[in-house]
């Protein structure tokens, strides 16, 4: 009996060592490499840029992105500019929009983000976000354009602005902020990943622990009814962050400094570039309450802000015919 005992419990406690081990593997999912990607998510509007940008010292460093350039070479260009975990694919529903009201878009997968790679060197900063995007500006030919991002997107939109706006010729025409983030919300880092990179082979390993049901209940908390997270909406959310690179840059991306994002708001202000924030009143991620801090920091009037009902982070997903609408009446009120 005793001998049947010591059995029974060498047996529990195997099981109880080997279950974190099992319950990881069962959470543990592969990288998709970008050419099984592209059989979905590359388009017959889809281009590759390798565009180059200065780190802090001056040195050149490049990047790969991805990119969807769809209407008339004449027609006026709006850049639409994508959140974080999210891709171009976010915006549809709006290039179908735009494209019918005789407007050109460019559209980025931002760095480390849908089919887009990551700068060499291994670190990042919405600078270099703004700068890479300039890049493919500058290699398209595009002079003058109306920037629109949402959430990091806006950020890297706000920044593209006001540092380049009036700089070698190049000029905004509009900025349309969706839900962006603010100077005041500072890096955005994920907590701990300072330590992380200092052990890569362990940031890389856990970075891979994303089951699809995880993932459908952290961006369930994006939209103001979890309804509009159709599986199709979370079939390319899940395909693109398990592009080669792109779950390990969360942990491993080395923050670059970034400049005083207040004076670039300044800079937005003085230059009397025409700005509209949207904004979802059910943001859980970024609190409606920054839309006011905008209209405050860029001197807006009131019609230049629509906050709307029921709607959360990413309202031009969630109800693409409202805000479409909006946006369109104000690129009809720009001289370009």
């Known amino acids: ?83 974080m975990f999210s891709s171009l694919g976010t915006f549809d529903a709006w290039i179908v929009e735009l494209l019918a009201s005789g407007y050109r878009v460019v559209a980025v997968d931002l760095p480390n983000h849908g089919l887009s790679g990551g700068f060499s060197d291994g670190a990042g900063s919405r600078r270099r976000s703004a700068a890479a995007v300039k890049g493919i500006l500058d290699l398209l030919g595009v002079e003058t354009c109306v920037l629109a991002g949402n959430s990091m997107g806006g950020g890297v939109a706000w920044e593209l602005a006001g540092a380049h706006h009036g700089v070698d010729g190049f000029a905004v025409a509009g900025l349309v902020l969706i839900d962006a983030v603010h100077p005041d919300l500072g890096s955005g880092a994920p907590e701990g990943a300072e330590g992380l990179r200092s052990h890569p082979r ?38 693109l962050l398990r592009k080669d690179g792109n779950r390990e840059a969360v942990l491993l991306t080395h923050p670059e400094e970034e400049p005083d994002g207040s004076a670039r708001l300044d800079a937005i ?40 009902p ?3 982070h990413v309202p031009m997903e969630e109800d693409p015919a409202a805000t479409a609408a909006d946006l369109l009446t104000f690129l009809g009120e720009l001289p370009f």
Do not use: C
């Not at 010591?6 to 047996?11: A, C, F, G, N, S």
């Not at 529990?12 to 998510?41: F, G, M, N, Q, W």
């Not at 991620?285 to 905008?294: K, V």
């Not at 807006?300 to 906050?307: F, M, Q």
């Open 269 to 308: 202000r003085d230059a009397g570039i025409p700005v509209l924030v949207l904004w979802g009143e059910e943001d859980s991620w970024i609190d409606a309450a920054f839309a006011e801090a905008f209209a405050t920091s860029l001197d807006l009037a009131a019609d230049r802000v629509i906050v709307y």
């Open 310 to 312: 029921g709607l959360g």
């Open 202 to 239: 362990l940031a890389g390993f856990l970075s891979h622990l994303t089951p699809r049901f995880l993932l459908k209940r952290i961006l369930g908390d994006v939209y103001g009814s979890a309804s509009m997270l159709t599986e199709g909406i979370l079939d390319r959310y899940y395909d």
């Open 1 to 83: 009996m005793r001998h049947r005992l010591l059995k029974v419990l060498l047996v529990l406690l195997t099981v109880l060592l080997l279950l974190p081990t099992a319950l990881v593997l069962l959470a543990y999912r592969p990288d998709l490499s970008r050419e099984r990607l592209e059989e979905t998510y590359y388009t017959a509007e889809s281009h590759y840029a390798t565009v180059t940008v200065d780190d802090l010292d001056g040195n050149p460093v490049e990047i790969d992105l991805h990119y969807r350039d769809v209407g008339g070479p004449d027609d006026p260009v709006v850049v639409l500019l994508h959140g």
